[in-house]
């Protein structure tokens, strides 16, 4: 509809939309030419730049699913998601060369396209899907369970136009607005933001990193609109501001990843920065409850209500709708949120209530119906955003031929939110050091426990579960 608006500004420059589809047209064309046809799984480990914008947009084009990998993940995390989603194709970088070489040679069936060589394959014109249908997988994102390995989560085209909209509906259009995106387009923290730019048409800032200072200069210069941070980008943002304050044309961030400290909360208020704080996961494609700004003092600490169309209860223990303030299971439902995980039909009960989401999560409901969040996914740790599953943490450390069992649960931090800390029974003597440097290339560096507490006995009950509590109070 507006072809020659921004579509994109990356590193100081501006592309249209026009200029946007023509570059990932070409794209659609070489991955076409590689093999990719609609429904085809392609894996991405690229970082944030306009060519991933651009790879993304063409496999849209051409009706290829994108599985979208953390480029924070070590070579071991990334080969089980490429195994466990079988994809054939994996689009990646040079300067994640070293990863991918040992990637490549335990996988025999991956074919390895090199974004700064992928032009060089011959063109063909892409057949270009004229339909979107909404029930069609758009990307997977691969999110830990509380079992340990990772599940890739399927996310619609609906599921992520719903999202868009709920979101509309909730923060309006503006003709004047952008968004500035320093989070990971491989997250739905970042993901949500290009599909909210295609969907609105509008202005999508791109940074490759988060840098306070840049981003508050670009906010100016840019007459930025919206923005999406977690609590530990909003700290720096708030150290780096000083005394400043944003402009008037700055209508809101966008606050996820985990509650935020009251402080937080009460600095953005302080300092006239609209905040709305949010609930939501992969799994519901961004935000699925907003707490809008007029309630941010009112309501401190809540996440507030769902989006429209999406609806939210409280379960108790014995399966019954709970009342006001009685805690519980958070289920959602809506057509932002998931169909299930991918090669996991089978376990789609598990996750699964009458086509309510368990979330897994643990909070209840005010009198007027404002969501308090009071534990993530019980074990979940939120390290600057990211989430972080203890058992995955165990399973490395126990793999370790001189340790016996583990546990691991996650602490508060000033910079971070929470770290990870690890209690390790040993069958011999072993160092701190020796443990973490075992951990180190088998586990993303923000997963690598912080501490390690050798003890006499890991905490179980009769059925052997590990009782994270137990260890709470052991520290």
């Known amino acids: 509809m507006t072809p020659n608006r921004v579509a994109i500004r990356f590193?100081?420059?501006n592309y249209t939309y026009k200029q946007l589809y023509e570059?990932?047209?070409?794209?659609?064309?070489?991955?076409?030419?590689?093999?990719?046809?609609?429904?085809?799984?392609?894996?991405c480990l690229l970082k944030n730049h306009l060519d991933t914008a651009v790879v993304l947009v063409s496999l849209q084009l051409i009706g290829g699913v994108a599985v979208l990998l953390n480029n924070r993940l070590t070579a071991e995390e990334l080969l089980w998601q490429l195994s466990d989603s079988k994809t054939g194709l994996l689009i990646t970088e040079r300067d994640f060369v070293e990863k991918i070489s040992v990637v490549s040679s335990q996988l025999d069936r991956l074919t390895l396209?090199?974004?700064?060589?992928?032009?060089?394959?011959?063109?063909?014109?892409?057949?270009?899907?004229?339909?979107?249908e909404l029930q069609a997988v758009c990307t997977v994102m691969y999110t830990s369970g509380t079992t340990g390995n990772p599940k890739g989560v399927l996310q619609t085209y609906g599921n992520h136009w719903w999202s868009a909209t709920g979101s509309a509906l909730n923060l309006g259009i503006h003709e004047e607005d952008s968004w500035l995106c320093a989070v990971p387009l491989f997250h739905i923290s970042g993901y949500s933001i290009l599909m909210r730019s295609l969907i609105y048409g509008m202005k999508l800032v791109l940074h490759d990193t988060f840098q306070p200072d840049k981003v508050i200069k670009v906010i100016k210069d840019e007459k930025v609109t919206i923005m999406s941070v977690v609590t530990t980008m909003m700290i720096r943002l708030l150290d780096s501001l000083g005394e400043e304050k944003l402009p008037?044309?700055?209508?809101?961030?966008?606050?996820?990843?985990?509650?935020?400290?009251?402080?937080?909360?009460?600095?953005?208020?302080e300092r006239n920065i609209p905040i709305y704080q949010t609930y939501g996961m992969t799994e519901t494609s961004s935000q699925i409850v907003t707490l809008a700004p007029e309630y941010s003092i009112e309501k401190l600490g809540s996440a507030g209500k769902p989006l429209?169309?999406?609806?939210?209860?409280?379960?108790?223990?014995?399966?019954?709708?709970?009342?006001?303030y009685q805690s519980g299971e958070i289920i959602v439902k809506g057509p932002n949120v998931t169909k299930g995980y991918l090669h996991r039909e089978h376990e789609h009960e598990k996750y699964f209530l009458d086509g309510w989401f368990k979330t897994g999560d643990?909070?209840?409901?005010?009198?007027?119906?404002?969501?308090?969040?009071?534990?993530r996914r019980s074990d979940l740790i939120i390290s600057g955003g990211e989430n972080i599953y203890p058992a995955e943490i165990e399973g490395v450390i126990t793999s370790h031929p001189q340790i016996e069992d583990a546990g691991v649960i996650g602490v508060a931090d000033p910079k971070w939110g929470q770290v990870p800390v690890a209690f390790v029974l040993t069958k011999a003597d072993l160092t701190e050091e020796e443990v973490k440097e075992y951990c180190k290339g088998k586990l993303a560096n923000y997963k690598l426990p912080k501490k390690v507490y050798f003890v006499e006995q890991?905490?179980?009950?009769?059925?052997?579960k590990l009782l994270r509590r137990v260890l709470r109070e052991m520290l």
């Not at 396209?113 to 979107?132: G, H, N, Q, R, S």
């Not at 429209?308 to 006001?324: C, M, N, R, T, Y």
């Not at 890991?458 to 052997?464: D, K, L, M």
Request: charged share 25%; glycine share 10%; net charge negative.
């Open 362 to 375: 643990i909070g209840y409901l005010d009198k007027d119906g404002f969501l308090f969040v009071q534990d």
């Open 113 to 132: 396209v090199w974004k700064e060589t992928i032009d060089a394959v011959p063109f063909e014109e892409p057949v270009i899907l004229e339909e979107i």
């Open 248 to 269: 008037t044309t700055f209508r809101c961030m966008l606050l996820g990843g985990g509650p935020a400290p009251l402080s937080v909360l009460e600095q953005c208020v």
């Open 11 to 13: 590193e100081g420059q």
């Open 458 to 464: 890991i905490p179980r009950n009769a059925s052997r």
């Open 23 to 43: 570059l990932s047209y070409r794209k659609a064309g070489y991955l076409q030419k590689l093999g990719v046809k609609k429904g085809d799984y392609v894996a």
């Open 308 to 324: 429209f169309p999406s609806q939210l209860k409280i379960i108790a223990a014995d399966g019954s709708e709970a009342g006001a």
